[in-house]
């Protein structure tokens, strides 16, 4: 396990070095003037990122990401190790100890390769990675403490602490806070319904409530992206989605929940042929996986108020409704000999991930150190030509060339005081 452990630490570490500067790289090259990072520069960015532009918490991270030198190569693998520690600890409802554990631990390792949506997209960029791969193990981690049984009463200490928590959480993404204060405080009835204390989850629901609305309310809200948000609200693009807009969001929802719905399916099968009795099981895993549609439907249907969509949004619900199938195998199926597929299928999935994204992104990395170069070399007043990347679209496992993008193209001639940048034409490439 420590091995397997190690192989997705360096496959991660090398994809991230190798990542080109493309995409929202621009941006923060721009918004920061291209000044090497100080400890004062760091927080007039974020200060100008919340009252201007992204004020999620993971737009300081992105800063960071960019300007410090090893930060996404060490903080990147952290974060997907442990969005994975936080998958395998919801579902078990305990931290893996057991050899039994770590091999579960093994199959969420491998198996979240095709199980979160375009993960590596949206991990192999530094951007994305800060504002949702980072956030989603934040996010998942604070649902810990609910999930893990504790022997003692929280004291007002750990309320407070917990509510603290919630308000870093809230703040993480506009699309997940809704849900989360709903399910707090329908736990939080439950507890109290059940003669327990439902102390914790209303001191996280009123963290989650101050961060959402301090993310919701944040001037920077009305400039986010191009000014979109003030162009149309949020009423105003519920009611253009509409029904059929909505049904769009959720069908998205459940094709990228495709893969998951699929193991659940195998392992009920599988579990029924070998233990026939599985039906006078406990009903706490299924009421998980239950637990993690709704909030995947629920984060869908808030999508509708958003002037941007996308596979990223959905990485958190798809990580709890992974934790409710990593649940289902603990309770389901007890032979070992079982389990063995499902960990070698996982690792199958780490070698396909490794053998995808390692030479592309050595690939990649080379061309993009090369443009740059280029770029650097022309003198300003005049026009650049680019060589497209061996992959311009976007893929599963790549963003792709940004400059096939127009409008980065001229932020980039802005950038070089260039007159004009341009990118040869090419055939079209077969997707990687």
């Known amino acids: 396990m420590a091995a397997y452990v190690v192989a997705t630490i360096v496959h991660i570490v090398f994809v991230v070095a190798h990542e080109p500067f493309s995409f929202d790289a621009w941006n923060v090259a721009v918004d920061t003037d ?41 903080m990147t693998p952290v974060a997907f190790i442990a969005l994975t520690l936080a998958i395998v600890t919801l579902g078990l409802g305990r931290f893996p100890r057991r050899n039994r554990d770590l091999a579960l631990w093994a199959i969420v390792l491998g198996c979240c390769w095709f199980v979160l949506p375009q993960i590596g997209r949206n991990m192999f960029c530094r951007s994305y990675a800060t504002n949702y791969i980072y956030t989603a193990a934040i996010q998942l981690w604070f649902l810990v403490p609910l999930r893990v049984p504790r022997t003692d009463a929280p004291t007002k200490q750990d309320l407070v602490s917990y509510g603290m928590a919630g308000a870093l959480t809230g703040i993480c993404n506009e699309h997940t806070g809704p849900t989360l204060i709903a399910f707090l405080l329908g736990y939080a009835w439950w507890l109290r319904r059940s003669n327990q204390s439902p102390w914790q989850p209303l001191a996280g629901a009123i963290g989650v409530a101050i961060g959402f ?4 309310f944040a001037p920077g809200q009305d400039e986010r992206y191009g000014g979109l948000a003030q162009k149309r609200g949020p009423v ?22 495709a893969p998951v719905l699929g193991l659940i399916v195998i392992t009920y099968v599988l579990a029924a042929r070998t233990q026939p009795r599985m ?28 002037p941007k969509l996308g596979s ?64 650097e070399a022309t003198k300003p007043g005049t026009s650049f030509v680019a060589t497209p990347w061996a992959q311009v679209d976007e893929s599963w496992w790549f963003i792709g060339d940004d400059f096939r993008d127009a409008k980065k193209r001229e932020l980039v001639a802005r950038y070089f005081a260039l007159t004009k940048v341009t990118m040869k034409r090419t055939k079209k490439r077969r997707q990687h």
């Open 312 to 375: 990223r949004f959905f990485i958190v619900p798809l990580a709890l409704l992974f934790a409710g199938f990593i649940g289902l195998v603990d309770e389901v199926i007890t032979s070992p000999r079982m389990l063995a597929p499902v960990i070698a299928l996982a690792v199958a999935a780490s070698a396909y991930a490794a053998a995808k994204t390692v030479p592309l992104f050595h690939t990649v990395g080379a061309q993009g150190e090369a443009r740059m170069a280029a770029l």
């Open 279 to 306: 039906n006078d099981g406990p009903r706490r895993i299924p009421a998980l996986i239950a637990i993690a549609l709704a909030a995947g439907v629920l984060i869908a249907l808030t999508l509708c108020a958003s």
């Open 34 to 74: 291209a000044k090497p990072i100080t400890i004062g520069r760091f927080f007039d960015y974020w200060q100008y990122e919340y009252a201007h532009s992204n004020p999620r918490l993971g737009q300081p991270l992105t800063y960071l990401a960019y300007k410090v030198s090893g930060f996404a190569e060490v």
């Open 213 to 216: 609305c301090a993310l919701l």
């Open 236 to 257: 105003e693009l519920i009611l253009d989605r509409g029904v059929s807009g909505a049904f769009d969001i959720v069908r998205d929802y459940a094709i990228y929940a």
